[in-house]
């Protein structure tokens, strides 16, 4: 299948989560090297960067992950990986990787807080094992999207026109900017003004929070 990676996320220690659209299928995949994530000498290797089509090999392994990863998860043969179309591809209008207008809407209508602060809604989730989508694209005007720093982190305030969010930031790209130049660097790598296509995916629950997939931006594209 080909695969325009849409979004690369930092995970730590030298391990990153690829997304994509597949838009064969009209789906996002969640392509696993050999069903895991990809260290970074694999992700250098194969080039993979977002706005980059891939073509993956998909394994004939069954899921046992639970939803909502499962909708997207991908074991692929990471030998099989090849780039086909370097990019930039167009990231609004016919063919681009489908967006929602709102949060709810993108992850249909199972986003929950757990608090407001500041009129902000605070840790967003969707709840473990809902059977939705993980991954989704988001529409909105520059203005909407506000990156800040919360103790030596990078976050984001995000507003859909119905609620502004505060979320957490793991795109690869942000993420790298803000390191080399902190929360300046980081607004500087977006445009000043203009639409987005801002990556929206879940955190799969971890031990001090086992029922709750806490919702991340994984990217900004125009």
């Known amino acids: 299948m080909d695969v325009l990676i849409t979004d690369v996320t930092e995970m730590g220690a030298g391990i990153y989560c690829v997304a994509g659209w597949n838009s064969a299928t009209g789906r996002m995949v969640r392509p696993l090297p050999n069903g895991g994530n990809w260290p970074?000498?694999?992700?250098?290797?194969?080039?993979?960067?977002?706005?980059?089509?891939?073509n993956v090999t998909p394994l004939n392994q069954a899921l046992h992950g639970a939803f909502p990863h499962r909708t997207?998860?991908?074991?692929?043969?990471?030998?099989?990986?090849?780039?086909?179309?370097?990019g930039p591809p167009a990231w609004f209008g016919q063919g681009a990787p489908a967006t929602a207008s709102t949060l709810q809407g993108a992850f249909e209508g199972n986003i929950q807080h757990s608090s407001v602060w500041n009129g902000r809604l605070q840790s967003i989730y969707v709840p473990a094992n809902t059977n939705t989508r993980s991954l989704w694209g988001l529409a909105v005007g520059r203005a909407q999207l506000e990156l800040v720093e919360d103790y030596d982190k990078l976050k984001a305030h995000l507003n859909d026109g119905q609620h502004t969010y505060a979320v957490s930031v793991s795109s690869k790209v942000l993420k790298e900017a803000f390191r080399a130049g902190g929360l300046a660097g980081a607004s500087a790598a977006l445009p000043a003004n203009g639409d987005l296509h801002v990556r929206v995916g879940l955190a799969r629950p971890w031990h001090a929070h086992p029922n709750k997939c806490y919702a991340?931006?994984?990217g900004v594209h125009w």
Do not use: F, H, R
């Open 40 to 54: 970074s000498g694999l992700l250098n290797n194969k080039g993979i960067a977002p706005g980059v089509t891939v």
């Open 216 to 218: 991340m931006i994984n």
């Open 72 to 86: 997207e998860d991908t074991p692929i043969d990471p030998v099989s990986v090849q780039i086909v179309q370097p």
